[in-house]
Each structure stands twice: as structure tokens, then as C-alpha cells.
């Protein structure tokens, strides 16, 4: 549903550090997940995908873990840097059937130098 | 070379105006969508389209109509603006399953007055 009257989660990483972005999503169909990255005053930028068929995947400095048990997905940035702070969104999707990406409300990283 | 470019980046109008924003994407895509961010930044989809036709039309007010005139446009026309209608309004597109990875333009911030 709609994130009215929900504050934007935040998490507050030391730089360095690796950061921990969880998601719940709602669907249990849901067969698609996406991360994205969203700087301020910009669009949202793809970071990494995965199908349900999979539980981990990895890219350059980030890993996507999917539980599909609980519904629970997560982002981890790995040795965090000022240019990663950002809003983030997960997205699902049941491909084939649903054709939409359907976004999570975000959270807002932010590195502290 | 910018992949989705929307113009204008900023729109300022009255209610009760027309207005429309332009979405250009290079990428050869098939898939072209609207999306509205809120002020929460919460990210929904009105529309998608995939080789000029409507696929999804997301429960959008007919004041709302989205015209393309390739695949490689996807416009949007809004008529009688409200003062609800102020959000950010991304375009994106995508290739393959309509609903993955999708690239996202730098958003028209919409305010009516």
C-alpha cells in the first residue's frame, strides 16, 4: 500500500562499514526483486536484480539475499562510501502475470565520513 | 548520451491548467512507463506501454493521458490540474519482460498552484 503518513526509514552507516538495507515485500508470487538507488534530485538508478529461483546474488561491492519464506529481502553494501548515500527501494514483480514493478516505501542511508 | 530524458525537469502551473511532459528514451527499448513519486517518495506506476501499446493503466484519473506516438516516446498529457497532482513524475523504460530492470529519466517535479 501507500507509505502516507509513514516517515522514510533511515540508516545511519559509518563510512567503511557495510550496510544492511531490508525490505519486506507483500506478495508471496512475487518471482522478480529489484534494488534500486535513488540520489537526491535524480531518478532511481538499477543497482541488482534477482528471480526467485535463486537466494543470493552478487554484484560489484553489493549482495541481494531473498528469503522467501518470510518474504524478506536485503541489500548489503559492502566497505560503504559518501557516494552511497541515497534512498534505496526494493521492488517486486510476478513476471508473466503481474508486468509491474511494485516498490517498497525506501530507506535513506547515509554515511557519516 | 542521456538513456531517458523527460523535459521539462520543472513545471510550475495554476489548477485547472493543461500541461504535458515528454519522455524520450534511446535505448531501443519495447517498454515505456510513467511513474509518480509523492512526498513521501513513494514510487507508483500510472501507466506502461510496450511497442506503442497501453498495458497497464494503473487506476489513473482519465485527466491522465499518456500518448505514444513511438516506441521510443512515451508522453504525458494532464488536464484540469489539481493541487493533489504535485509529485515527481518519472519515465522509464525497459526491454525484455515488461516489468524488470527498467531505466528511469531524471524526473519532472510537477507543482500546482
Known amino acids: 500500500g501507500e507509505s502516507v503518513g509513514l516517515h522514510l526509514p533511515t540508516l545511519s552507516v559509518q563510512e567503511g562499514d557495510n550496510s544492511i538495507i531490508n525490505c519486506a515485500y507483500s506478495?508471496?508470487?512475487?518471482?522478480?526483486f529489484i534494488w534500486y538507488k535513488q540520489e537526491s534530485g535524480k531518478g532511481p538508478q538499477f543497482i541488482i536484480d534477482?528471480?526467485?529461483?535463486?537466494d543470493k546474488r552478487q554484484g560489484q561491492r553489493v549482495t541481494v539475499l531473498l528469503n522467501k519464506t518470510v518474504k524478506h529481502l536485503s541489500l548489503q553494501i559492502a566497505a560503504t562510501q559518501p557516494g552511497d548515500s541515497a534512498v534505496y527501494f526494493c521492488?517486486?514483480?510476478?513476471?508473466?502475470?503481474?508486468?509491474?514493478?511494485?516498490f517498497g516505501t525506501g530507506t535513506r542511508l547515509t554515511i557519516i565520513p | 548520451d542521456t538513456a531517458v530524458s523527460q523535459t521539462p525537469k520543472y513545471l510550475v502551473t495554476q489548477m485547472g491548467n493543461d500541461k504535458s511532459i515528454k519522455c524520450e528514451q534511446n535505448?531501443?527499448?519495447?517498454?515505456m512507463y510513467w511513474y509518480k513519486q509523492d512526498s513521501k517518495k513513494f514510487l507508483k506506476i500510472m501507466f506502461s506501454?510496450?511497442?506503442?501499446?497501453?498495458?497497464i493503466n494503473e487506476t489513473v484519473p482519465n485527466r491522465f493521458s499518456p500518448k505514444s506516438p513511438d516506441k521510443a516516446h512515451l508522453n504525458l498529457h494532464i488536464n484540469s490540474l489539481e493541487l493533489g497532482d504535485s509529485a515527481v513524475y518519472f519515465c522509464?523504460?525497459?526491454?525484455?519482460?515488461?516489468?524488470?530492470?527498467?531505466?528511469f529519466g531524471q524526473g519532472t517535479r510537477l507543482t500546482v498552484v
Open positions: 522509464a523504460s525497459s526491454q525484455g519482460e515488461i516489468g524488470t530492470e527498467a531505466f
Open positions: 506478495n508471496s508470487a512475487s518471482d522478480y
Open positions: 534477482i528471480r526467485s529461483n535463486m
Open positions: 521492488a517486486e514483480n510476478i513476471l508473466f502475470g503481474n508486468e509491474k514493478l511494485t
Open positions: 535505448l531501443g527499448h519495447d517498454t
Open positions: 506501454y510496450n511497442n506503442k501499446e497501453l498495458i
